[in-house]
């Protein structure tokens, strides 16, 4: 499924879902560009791609116990949670 709208203040947007009314890509008015993949295991990467070309990811795992945060240079960011939240 696709849609199209206006957003906050003036300019378009453009969304794209899968079949389970997911996103997984979405366009803003000034360029940026987001896309989300699914995992088998319930994870999720979100990479954004602002209007220079520079790239943030964030991978989150199935259970959301580790994360990983990657920023064009700029060095990547982990973190990891126990099942208890420490």
Do not use: F, N
């Amino acid at each position: 499924m696709t849609t199209a709208g206006t957003g906050v203040g003036e300019g378009k947007h453009l969304a794209r879902y899968d079949e389970q009314m997911r996103p997984v890509e979405a366009t803003e008015a000034d360029g940026t560009r987001t896309t989300w993949a699914y995992q088998r295991d319930g994870g999720v990467v979100c990479t954004v791609t602002a209007p220079d070309r520079r790239k943030t990811t964030i991978g989150t795992s199935g259970r959301g116990r580790k994360q990983r945060v990657e920023s064009d240079g700029s060095p990547a960011v982990e973190t990891e949670y126990d099942e208890e939240g420490g």
